[in-house]
């Protein structure tokens, strides 16, 4: 077992074209063993978004503070902390902080992708 404090997850930022005021942790992936699942942290600054993008596998997304919204069908819906996403493969998916605090989501993917 391990347990692990995000503070000692080296952090990667995505701030580009694509990607604006993101900082994204591994929590959970190949380096502490795991074998199914890989659990990512994303921090993402009031005006900030990931990119619009779609993939071969599923992932489920928890919010766990701040006010944001996920593009779903070309439409924007708001999510709040407490609230689960799950995106079949293939589903194009983008999120976004609609508010004035950081929109910080856990993002669960299958191992054997790249983990960020």
Known sequence: MEIIS??????????????KGIVARVLIGKACGAKNFVMRLFEIAPGG??????????????VHSGRGAVLK????????????IFIPPDEEHQLKNIGDQPFTVVCLIPSGYQEL
Not at 49 to 62: D, V
């Open 6 to 19: 995000k503070e000692n997850v080296p952090a990667k930022k995505f701030d580009s074209g694509e990607a």
């Open 49 to 62: 978004y990931t990119p619009k993008h779609s993939h071969p596998w599923e992932h489920e997304i928890f």
């Open 73 to 84: 069908d070309g439409e924007w819906t708001e999510v709040r902390p407490g609230m689960a």
